[in-house]
Nanobody, 121 residues
Framework: QVQLVESGGGLVQAGGSLRLSCAASGSIFSILAMGWYRQAPGKQRELVAAITSGGSTNYADSVKGRFTISRDNAKNTVYLQMNSLQPEDTAVYYC???????????????WGKGTLVTVSS
């Protein structure tokens, strides 16, 4: 079982920056793929950025060049550095961890409770 706790959300003006953190419990962090998702009011949850256990990254087109995902395996933590924030980035941001379970023969997903990011114009 993996538990995820996000932090770092808040209110920021357009053009500002925030850094989100997601701390994971458990001893399997290094094998987990990690991701940040967001859900704005009235919209579906969408993938913002992801990082594999090996450090490869992927970003939504809307955040490329502005957001950076990184991980520190020694601290069991994944980060999302968000720069040049815009009002359309306003959402609840959720941390996701996942791995393939050979026992259950399926992907296992774990979610944090989310942290609110509000960008004012």
């Amino acid at each position: 079982q993996v538990q995820l706790v996000e932090s770092g959300g808040g209110l920021v003006q357009a053009g500002g920056s925030l850094r989100l953190s997601c701390a994971a419990s458990g001893s399997i962090f290094s094998i987990l793929a990690m991701g940040w998702y967001r859900q704005a009011p009235g919209k579906q949850r969408e993938l913002v950025a992801a990082i594999t256990s090996g450090g490869s990254t992927n970003y939504a087109d809307s955040v490329k060049g502005r957001f950076t995902i990184s991980r520190d395996n020694a601290k069991n933590t994944v980060y999302l550095q968000m720069n040049s924030l815009q009002p359309e980035d306003t959402a609840v941001y959720y941390c996701n961890a996942n791995h393939y379970s050979t026992l259950r023969m399926r992907r296992m997903d774990y979610w944090g409770k989310g942290t609110l990011v509000t960008v004012s114009s």
